[in-house]
């Protein structure tokens, strides 16, 4: 079972970009959407393409391979070619700083 752990200070994920991050061996991203934090696995649940090399607009990313989109919100995919929701992570802010709970389901 996974806790918080720290994933980068608040300030290197600007309102309206993303943040990769490495924790436990895992490639994550760090969003900042509306004044909230996100994060999802960067991995496609099409063909595994990297998500963080997408383009974000509003609450939503494009996968960079085949154009398919997901909820930054909640890991949901919005659009074909994708059809499984990529894992979402627990976020938490504290003294400045990000925290995520991985997600192991
Ligand atoms: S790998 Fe992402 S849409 Fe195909």
């Given at each position: 079972m996974?806790?918080?752990?720290?994933?980068c200070?608040?300030?290197?994920?600007?309102?309206?970009?993303?943040q990769l991050?490495?924790?436990?061996e895992?490639?994550?991203?760090l969003?900042?959407?509306?004044?909230?934090?996100?994060c999802?696995?960067?991995?496609?649940?099409h063909?595994?393409?990297?998500?963080?090399d997408?383009e974000?607009?509003?609450?939503e990313?494009?996968?960079?391979r085949?154009?398919?989109?997901f909820?930054?919100?909640?890991g949901?995919?919005?659009?074909?070619p994708a059809?499984q929701?990529?894992?979402a992570h627990?976020?938490?802010l504290?003294?400045?700083?990000?925290?995520?709970k991985?997600n192991?389901?």
């Open positions: 996974s806790d918080f752990q720290l994933a200070p608040a300030d290197e994920v600007p309102e309206g970009g993303m991050v490495e924790l436990d895992r490639l994550v991203i969003f900042h959407v509306d004044g909230q934090y996100y999802l696995d960067d991995v496609c649940t063909d595994g393409g990297p998500l963080s997408g974000l607009l509003g609450c990313i494009a996968c960079p085949h154009g398919a989109k909820d930054v919100r909640n949901e995919a919005l659009t074909m059809t929701a990529t894992a627990e976020v938490k504290d003294g400045g700083n990000i925290y995520v991985i192991d389901d």
